[in-house]
């Protein structure tokens, strides 16, 4: 396999029925909550299926929130047969300088394989508890709260536990998570450009904050598949893919009832256990599913609250349509599926591209947020709409920085300065102008009113950026501002 290209296929020779990922686009399409930004499906090692619902695209990184946890813990195992870790060290000793402050027993017995499994001994998330502690080293913010019950016994949801496990390997490697895997990883699958968000200690975050595009995605699910081997070279440690996905710590009572039935089959090392096969999976629809009894991947980004919804209609769908052996006679299905992939879109907000004639008092109008504050954007204050030679213009001032923005084009206007984003939208009536932004590199978009009578405006996220991450930061790190 090409570390430049994926090979291709049409789904019928991979034994994949184009009316099933018909079935599965429409249902996506349709959820109510759901917004779809792509989707790769793999099948038999060849890319059958896949499309970006524009202003999305192929080639642009895309936040991919928790499942950066699945590459940190790649990065684990490659460390791991490097000799520089080992699974069953205590946490404490790659960490000398806390010695003397770490002197819970508990804190004292947590292994390294116990923070990769999300099984520390806290029963709950420690993260905000992490950072109060200690907020210049979350790591010994964390091992100063002592677990509520032994490690390896209970399972907890805990970004702080993938945070240590990433300060471990960038300690031991001398090296940040995407330099360590640069030549080891990211260069042999042929992924492109990544970025990783960094904390205060400089430290990238392991636990999110990783920008990188689907076809990064697919690739490292199907390096997962093929038991880590990539055109015939063994990129992860022999044993590794079966010591990550099996069931380490189990959640829930493993069954498929319950409203979350996919999250509560137990966890592995930074992989999720499913109803079928395995995935790494981040907030908001970041998925990367690996099903080895389909020899199949699928990779999609999102913006949805609606995550288990999501992988009800895989199986409902997809799942169905992978078949046992090659279809035949289907080149007019996989053509019309082709063409649907090439053209899917999300639906531009409505207005129109300029205020009524005899309305241009619009220009240099400003606004203040209704209320007095925005109750879903605390720091943004002001908002000023101009007319000029190009146009009409957004200007969006958040905790005193300004944001500029082009407004009032039919569909979708992208830029990438002074942020990667598509606005849409216009003048809803003479008094109203209503927009739409996505940030591009996230799976965010902003909607924002304005009400000219009163010079107030609104605004709501659709998905609220986790973090609490300043609009001038709506971008993959390292990138210009």
């Known amino acids: 396999m090409s570390a430049r290209s994926l090979p291709s296929s049409t789904p019928a020779a991979q034994g994949v029925d184009a009316a099933g990922v018909h079935a599965f686009l429409d249902a996506l399409e349709a959820a109510p909550g ?43 195992g490659i460390a791991l047969a490097e000799g520089l870790l080992r699974l069953d060290d205590p946490v404490i000793s790659y960490f000398p300088e806390f010695e003397a402050d770490i002197t819970d027993p508990r804190s004292r017995a947590m292994l390294v394989r116990h923070v990769a499994s999300m099984a520390s001994g806290h029963e709950t998330e420690t993260l905000d ?34 945070y240590t ?9 001398g090296q940040s998570l995407t330099a360590y895997l640069g030549p080891r990883l ?19 975050l392991g636990f999110s904050g990783l920008h990188a595009t689907t076809d990064a995605i697919a690739r490292l699910g199907q390096l997962y598949l093929q038991d880590g081997v990539w055109d015939g070279e063994r990129l992860l440690p022999e044993g590794w893919v079966a010591e990550a996905t099996r069931l380490h710590i189990a959640n829930g009572d493993g069954t498929a009832g ?44 999102a913006a949805t609250e609606q995550m288990q919804e999501v992988l009800n209609l895989v199986w409902e769908h997809l799942l169905p349509a992978f078949g046992p052996e090659p ?29 009524p004639e005899g309305q241009q008092n619009w220009s240099g109008a400003e606004f203040t947020p209704y209320g007095g504050v925005c109750a879903d954007q605390p720091k943004l204050t002001g908002l000023a709409v101009t007319a ?29 300065e002074p942020l990667p984003t598509a606005v849409s939208g ?27 009578p009163d010079r107030t405006f609104t605004v709501r996220w659709h998905t609220t950026p986790l973090g609490g991450t300043p609009l001038r930061e709506m971008r993959a790190p390292g990138s210009s501002a």
């Open 426 to 452: 216009g003048w809803a009536d003479a008094d109203t102008l209503a927009a739409d932004i996505v940030f591009l590199e996230t799976p965010h978009r902003l909607t924002l009113a304005c009400s000219l």
């Open 388 to 416: 000029d030679a190009g146009g009409w213009a957004l200007r969006l001032t958040e905790d005193g920085h300004d944001l500029d923005l082009r407004v009032g084009e039919d569909g979708w206007t992208v830029t990438d």
């Open 34 to 76: 759901i917004e779809p930004h792509s989707l790769m499906v793999m099948r038999h090692g060849h890319l059958v299926a896949s499309g970006w619902w524009a202003p999305y695209t192929p080639e642009r990184p895309h936040l991919l929130y928790s499942l950066s946890k699945s590459f940190t813990a790649t990065a684990a």
């Open 129 to 162: 508890r992490a950072l109060a502690t200690d907020r210049a080293d979350m790591a010994r913010g964390f091992l100063l709260l002592p677990p509520e019950r032994d490690p390896g016994t209970v399972f907890a949801y805990n970004q702080p536990t993938t």
């Open 186 to 204: 990211l260069e042999p699958l042929g992924i492109g450009r990544t970025a990783w968000t960094r904390d205060r200690a400089g430290r990238e």
């Open 258 to 301: 319950g409203a979350w039935p996919d999250w509560q089959r137990g966890y592995g090392l930074q992989f999720w256990k499913s109803r079928h096969g395995y995935r790494g999976d981040g907030a908001y629809g970041q998925f990367c599913l690996v099903l080895p009894e389909h020899d199949a991947v699928i990779a999609t980004t």
């Open 327 to 355: 279809l035949p006679d289907r080149r007019d299905e996989d053509a019309v599926l082709r063409e649907r992939l090439a053209r899917l879109a999300l639906p531009p907000a409505p207005g129109k591209s300029a205020p």
């Open 165 to 173: 496990l990433a300060a471990i390997v960038q300690r031991v490697t």
